[in-house]
């Protein structure tokens, strides 16, 4: 990337750069053959078992970015 484009994007507003990253993220990634590592499936086994005992809330994903993205 040259470096004038690169200097221009970090000049965004925050909110701009991470709706930025979030499509660049999303148009690289493959859920279907990523690999997940051992410590954080136990973050989400403890999470999800959390969650089946009632001692956490979930949030809905529209609420939770309109959320990030109001940071």
Sequence with gaps: MQTDTM???LRLPKKRKMEIAERLWLSVTDDRTASVPAAHK?????????????K?????????MRKLRAK
């Design 7 to 9: 200097d221009s994007l």
């Design 42 to 54: 136990k973050v989400i086994a403890i999470r999800l078992a959390d969650y089946r005992r009632g």
């Design 56 to 64: 956490s809330v979930p949030v809905p994903h529209a609420e939770l």
